[in-house]
């Protein structure tokens, strides 16, 4: 056999540019061929699902590669197969325990004697957390690097128990995790019941910190958050989101915020911000490339444009809900926005579909747009119209869910502008690639269909609940 001549290291490198992800089913055709591609492709899985326990021996027996592991089934009994896991030679660098009723302390102990590699460590949305659980998790992973607690079910001993008081019985808990994840850079804490003690324990003990997540946090304030900024100069990435009433323009926030000197990523969700933040960032002229502030009120046009003519570095870009923007804003925005590969301009009721064309023409590196329920103009563009408005390969993904009004006109001319679109969205959000959801497009028929076919490159089309398509 051919097979034979050639080094597995050879195959190997061949297959990688076969097979793009684990899922793909060209891993699948390729074990098929022969067993010797079958004992290579087994080498080339890395991350690994497991759904029940009595599959785990021949899977792991099997995989003997794999660094990630994804338990998140809710009817295996995590404990058993935990400790079923730690009786195989594995180098697991993660590991996602989400979706379950309560974190596993039997099985994580069990699992955290033999393999003493994990630096990743996923507990999203968990029914019922306790404090000790954090001191579990402090005590077996102490190389964690990267922790994600997001929106967990945490214990109330009285339905009395105010907000604040459950947060306050998790200090000790986060303090001891602070304490024993010295190499932490990565936290997600979302949802999770944080006041600001103990987001002074987590940025003053972890010295490596650099990413923190905390969207929902209710009980930390601005006041709070800015000493706590202050505690680690080192942060590179934060995402935040309180209820808290008034303005986050006081001097002391800005003051801390604006320390951060190798801030690249800063994520503000639905609050009330003001211009004098954005003003203060630009005149730090701050290494941003990530800049969202969906749903936040209480800045203009003026802010974000001095912001953006400073900090020129910018990939990712989310001004959904401003309302101020207007297609002429979009034009003089774009001519700072050089870099720009993602951004979404959902809710801005401003906008037309000039606004599309003015992006792909000054941001030649934009690969994904969103613009979700924008405007309430008609699209029906002229012929010259179109061929003065070129062709822009560069964009991959177009979401323009929620327009109804958007006309059959419009989506041939997007189809011909854009020729590389592999995920064409004109329903709700998709997030998956190589779709075009054509699910409530009134104006939609099987010609009309076959017509945009030959001017995109989708590979998926999804037609559920479509009663009217024949499916040829």
């Known amino acids: 056999m051919v097979s034979s001549y050639i080094p597995d290291e050879l195959w190997e490198s061949i297959f990688k540019f076969i097979i793009y992800d684990d899922y793909d089913y060209s891993r699948c055709s390729l074990s098929h061929v022969s067993k010797h591609f079958l004992s290579i492709t087994n080498r080339l899985l890395f991350s690994l699902t497991l759904h029940d326990e009595s599959t785990c021996c021949r899977l792991l027996t099997r995989f003997t590669n794999l660094d990630s592991l994804n338990l998140t089934s809710k ?18 660098t993660s590991l996602n325990l989400s979706e379950q009723p309560t974190i ?31 001191f579990l998790i402090a005590e077996c992973f102490p190389l964690l690097q990267e922790l994600n607690f997001r929106y967990p079910c945490p214990s109330i001993s009285s339905i009395e128990d105010s907000y604040h008081q459950v947060c306050s019985s998790y200090v000790d808990g986060i303090k001891a ?26 940025f003053n003990n972890c010295k490596l910190l650099q990413e923190v997540i905390m969207i929902r946090c209710d009980a930390i304030t601005y006041t709070g958050l800015a000493y706590a900024l202050r505690e680690r100069p080192t942060l590179n990435s934060l995402s935040f989101h309180s209820f808290e009433s008034g303005e986050l323009d006081t001097l002391n ?96 009721d401003e ?61 041939i001319m997007v189809a011909s502008i854009f020729p590389n679109l592999k995920l064409f969205n004109l329903n709700a959000c998709t997030c998956s690639l190589k779709v075009f959801d054509l699910y409530s497009c009134p104006w939609l028929s099987e010609g009309n269909c076959q017509d945009l076919r030959k001017r995109c490159k989708v590979t998926y089309i999804n037609l559920a609940e479509w009663s009217r398509m024949k499916l040829l």
Not at 116 to 121: E, H, R, V
Not at 395 to 405: A, T
Request: glycine fraction near 6%.
């Open 177 to 202: 995790l602070s304490l024993a994840l010295i190499k932490l850079r990565k936290v997600n804490l979302s949802g999770f019941p944080l006041n600001n003690e103990s987001l002074f324990h987590l």
């Open 104 to 134: 596993p302390a039997i099985g994580l102990r069990a699992f955290s004697k033999k393999i003493t590699t994990l630096t990743s460590l996923t507990c999203f949305h968990i029914d019922s957390i306790s404090n000790s659980d954090l």
């Open 253 to 348: 926030f800005i003051n801390s915020l604006v320390s951060l000197k190798g801030l690249t990523c800063l994520v503000l969700y639905d609050m009330n911000i003001s211009d004098e933040l954005l003003y203060s960032i630009a005149r730090k002229r701050l290494p941003l490339t990530k800049l969202e502030l969906s749903f936040c009120t209480g800045y203009s046009y003026a802010g974000i444009l001095c912001l953006l003519t400073k900090c020129q570095r910018i990939q990712h870009l989310n001004l959904q809900g401003a309302e101020y923007l207007t297609d002429q804003h979009v034009v003089q925005l774009s001519s700072f926005l050089g870099d720009l590969v993602y951004i979404n301009l959902s809710y801005c």
């Open 351 to 411: 906008l037309t579909e000039s606004t599309l064309l003015a992006l792909a023409r000054k941001c030649p590196s934009l690969s994904k747009m969103i613009m979700e329920t924008f405007g309430n103009k008609i699209v029906r563009l002229s012929d010259s119209l179109l061929q003065e408005s070129g062709v822009y390969p560069q964009l991959k993904s177009l979401c323009l869910g929620g327009n109804l009004w958007f006309s059959y006109e419009g989506a």
């Open 75 to 92: 009817y295996i009994d995590l404990d058993n197969l935990l400790i079923e896991i730690s009786r195989f030679p594995l180098k697991l």
